[in-house]
């Protein structure tokens, strides 16, 4: 027990690290809300559970037989988090306090968030690679027939926990007034850290 303690915390460390699925329900929970953003952490927690399961299974052996397929997803990622930056920097230069829609620019983070959290946090391989590294020394050696799942199941209850606690937290409304006065710009720098992230996955 003490080591899955051990495991949950390294898990949180990582779950909060600045990446795609950070930014990305950052900025959708401060915009729509906590309905909204929980249905984008549900999302995100449904990504977790392919990578873990993955990762419980030995993923980091399969990446580093097969190199393309590592290749393939980064540049997947990528290309969906410019999509992603793409609808946000649109958002962003839309004239203050218009509506998005009104204006023919559309707020695609609001469209089904469930999906969207889904695929950003499937389509990073950095996810795989972190949760393949964690994992490896804690599923080594004489284990009881339900350790796996029970890593699996720190690493999935972790997930949904921590992203739902984010989201209620950023409905605290003095936060979420001082989005609103600076939605704008706030929206731009979403835009641009996504557009970052892509070309670091790009450049490898």
């Known amino acids: 027990m003490n080591e899955l303690w051990v495991f949950a ?3 949180t460390i990582g779950q909060f690290s600045p990446g795609p699925d950070m930014v990305l329900l950052t900025r959708t929970a401060l915009r729509h809300g906590s309905k909204t953003g929980l249905e984008m952490a549900a999302g995100i927690a449904c990504g977790l559970m392919v990578h873990s399961t993955l990762a419980v299974g030995g993923v980091a052996l399969v990446f580093q037989r097969l190199p393309a397929l590592r290749m393939l997803l980064q540049w997947m ?10 609808g946000l920097l649109k958002a962003a230069i839309t004239r203050p ?8 620019v559309a707020d695609e983070t609001q469209h089904n968030p469930f999906l969207r959290g889904f695929l950003c946090n499937l389509f990073n391989p950095k996810v795989a690679l972190f949760l393949a590294a964690v994992c490896a020394p804690f599923l080594t050696g004489v284990r009881p027939g339900w350790w796996p799942a029970a890593i699996w199941g720190v690493i999935v209850g972790l997930g949904i926990g921590l992203w739902s606690l984010w989201v209620l937290l950023l409905q605290w409304e003095p936060l979420r007034t001082r989005y609103v006065r600076a939605g704008r710009w706030i929206d731009g720098i979403f835009g641009f850290a996504l557009v970052a992230l892509a070309l670091r996955l790009m450049i490898g």
Request: charged fraction near 10%.
């Open 9 to 11: 915390g390294l898990i």
């Open 77 to 86: 990622a990528a290309l969906y988090l410019l999509w992603l930056a793409r």
């Open 97 to 104: 306090g218009a509506d998005p829609q009104a204006s023919g």
